[in-house]
Every structure is written in structure tokens, then in C-alpha cells.
């Protein structure tokens, strides 16, 4: 048990669809993060919240859109995504923002169909 | 910018053998972290081991150690007695230790263990 959760572990959505991924971590930590992970690429990093309040967005297209209401509830909002957006989404968290001890959950593998 | 090679897409040992991953980095800093992270068929991503650099040490955890080499940029993972629980992909990490910054991943090593 790493204390991070992820819902759901699979998700298949079409193209116009709108879903939403969750992420909860219960050891206490200030930071959350949502990481994308395509095969056969390095994992991506996607936003960063540092006490609910996002510190970096490294060009994620609008159709990705996150919600961080609590330090421990981490939200990925999706609408109108393409086939290419299909990969494996990972959450993590830390005691820090950046700090070098993330803890990460199982993951949501996407499939846009 | 920062990046992080791992140049064995795919590795196997025998279980209760050695093997060794590699990881090599590129960076113009002085202070930074190095990493080692496990993904199991769980998906899950487990830290695996630490290392900062300005320790000259390498840094051990139980069956599992590193050779840290600064001047060649080089990172390898050690895995001596090696269970089938090891099987997973594993991901060699850099972080510089300035500012807030990212980790920076490599495309990992996929490990199988052969009972």
C-alpha cells in the first residue's frame, strides 16, 4: 500500500466523451502531481500542485484540464482528447513541491477510441 | 536541457544472479539527485534507490545498489540475488537539486527474471 490511489484503473472513452480522473493520497503530503506515460516514451510530467495551487503546467493542451480542490485529492478532467491521448496516466505526491521522494499510484490506463 | 539515457530496452537474469542496468545522464549542473524507480505489472512506480551527488558514496538498499560515476555521468543499478519479484520496468531518474525542478526520466529497462 503506497498511500496514493487512483480511480479508475482502466477507462476506454470515444472522442467526444468527458471523464474525469482521480488521484487521493493519504500520507499527508503538500504536493500532487499528474504524469503522463505513452509506450516507448520517457514519463512526461503534465501539472504540479503545491497546496492546491497549480506551479506548473508544461504544455498541456487545454483538453487536459486538472483540479486540485484539497492537498489530498488531485482531479484530471478530460473532453474532446484524441487517439494519441491514449496512454497511461500516473499521480504521484510529495512532502514538497519537486522534492525528489515522490510516491506514486497505480495509474489510469486510457484508451481514446 | 537535462536528459537521461538508458540504452538496454530489454535485460534478463537468472534468478538469485547479478545484473546490472544502465543509466547514463547528461547535465551541466553540480548538484543534483539521481534515481532509480521500479513499475511493476501494477503500474505502480516505486522508488527504488537514492543518490545524491555530492556524495561520493554509492548508495545501497538491501540487495540493491548503485555505482555512481560523476565524471562519466553514469548511473547503473546493481540487483544482486535476484527474486522474480524484481521482474518490472525500471527507470533511471535525474533531478537537478537547485530551484524546483522535475524529474527527468529515461525510457526504462524492461527486466525479466528467469526462475
Known amino acids: 500500500e503506497t498511500g496514493v490511489t487512483q480511480t479508475p484503473r482502466h477507462l476506454v472513452m470515444g472522442m467526444t466523451n468527458k471523464k474525469s480522473l482521480k488521484c487521493e493520497q493519504h500520507l499527508g503530503h503538500n504536493a500532487m502531481y499528474w504524469y503522463k506515460q505513452s509506450a516507448k516514451k520517457p514519463l512526461e510530467l503534465m501539472f504540479v500542485?503545491?497546496?492546491?495551487?497549480?506551479?506548473e503546467n508544461n504544455s498541456v493542451p487545454s483538453r487536459f484540464s486538472p483540479e486540485c480542490p484539497n492537498s489530498s485529492h488531485l482531479f484530471l478532467h478530460l473532453h474532446t482528447l484524441q487517439p494519441e491521448d491514449s496512454a497511461l496516466y500516473l499521480c504521484?505526491?510529495?512532502?514538497?513541491?519537486?522534492?525528489?521522494?515522490?510516491?506514486f499510484g497505480p495509474g489510469t490506463r486510457l484508451t481514446v477510441l | 536541457a537535462q536528459t537521461v539515457t538508458q540504452s538496454q530496452p530489454e535485460m534478463s537474469v537468472q534468478e538469485a544472479e547479478t545484473v546490472t542496468l544502465s543509466c547514463t545522464y547528461d547535465?551541466?549542473?553540480?548538484?543534483?539527485?539521481l534515481f532509480w524507480y521500479k513499475q511493476p505489472p501494477s503500474r505502480q512506480m516505486i522508488l527504488v534507490i537514492r543518490q545524491e551527488a555530492y556524495k561520493q558514496q554509492n548508495a545501497t538498499e538491501n540487495r540493491f545498489s548503485v555505482n555512481f560515476q560523476k565524471a562519466a555521468k553514469s548511473f547503473s543499478l546493481k540487483i544482486s540475488d535476484s527474486q522474480l519479484g524484481d521482474a518490472a520496468m525500471y527507470f533511471c531518474?535525474?533531478?537537478?537539486?537547485?530551484?524546483?525542478?522535475?524529474?527527468?526520466f529515461g525510457k526504462g529497462t524492461r527486466l525479466s527474471v528467469i526462475a
Open positions: 504521484a505526491s510529495s512532502q514538497e513541491r519537486m522534492s525528489d521522494t515522490q510516491y
Open positions: 547535465t551541466s549542473e553540480s548538484d543534483y539527485y
Open positions: 500542485y503545491n497546496f492546491k495551487e497549480q506551479t
Open positions: 531518474a535525474y533531478r537537478r537539486g537547485s530551484g524546483n525542478t522535475p524529474l527527468v
